[in-house]
């Protein structure tokens, strides 16, 4: 178990550096009069989703306090259509002068990619990183029919009963789907994947005893469990969720290393000029050093994870290389 987790870290690693060398050209410095200057007008943020989600929630948490910060309104535009490479994509074609940028997320910045045969865009040439904004993990979680306790029970069961334990997610292509995949990568079992036309549904059949497992945003299960509908068997960040800090981490139970979150943060079109990405960048900090931000983010499942554009720059190659080893490893296909 641990030397096949290991192998897939290497090769993401690996891969992340020559991911990184393309990224960081675009961080090129420009003149100083574009921090003097900007930002003159309102700055959109495209949100690549329909309203209502939890990634339009997001932006609109931080994009209050960012517009406080830079002294000028922001607009939030949901374009929603293809998974969010439709939204991605017209990004990547915007202007590089940062006043159209969008909120990044690893569903568009590295699953998508990796699943879909074209995109419409190169995350790795089409976008300068502006900042991390938080993290946010699924949990582990069964009908408490389902006789498992722990990840170690999962585990046993599932050796035992080889495909045979279907588990829900809210379709292909999502993370509680690759999720799923690289579980079983990690710890040499086999889950049959069932998906769902979104998270609701999925919690439905799950309630019902219609499948026995999901990986499934906390938010949408939090409730459920603590009721004893459902039973968290633990959370997939490297460390445990402020909304579930008594549900251990995958990682804490035997499969080290073990992360599969939704990583958000904010990205402009490749050629912005440094100053405004580093302006962009400030703002965000700024509001991510707010308390009632980090508050409504914390009801979102979101762990507040502010870094600088280098740094987010790293965590999308890695983040990219990884899924994109488990997807061709687990043979998922996009419908």
Known sequence: MRSRLSQLRRASAAAAVMTGALVAPVLVAPAATAAETWPARPVTVVVPFPPGGSTSIVARIVTDGMAEALGQSIIVDNRGGAGGALGTRQVARSTPDGYTIALGYTGTLAIGPALFANAGYDVATDFTPIGRIGIAPSTVVVHPAFAVHSIAELIAYAKAHPGEVNYGSAGIGTVGHVAGEYFGIATGIRLTHVPYKG????????????????????????????????????VTSLTRSSLAPDIPTVAEQGVPDFEAVLRYGLVAPAGTPRAVIERLDRALSAALALAPVRARLAVEGVEPDPGTPEQYQADIAREAALWTKVIKASGARAE
């Not at 219609?210 to 633990?234: C, K, W």
């Open 199 to 234: 998270t609701g549904p999925a919690v439905t059949d799950l309630l019902g005893g219609h499948i026995p497992l999901s990986f499934t945003p906390i938010p949408a299960v939090h409730e459920s469990a603590r009721s004893g509908l459902l039973r968290m068997l633990a």
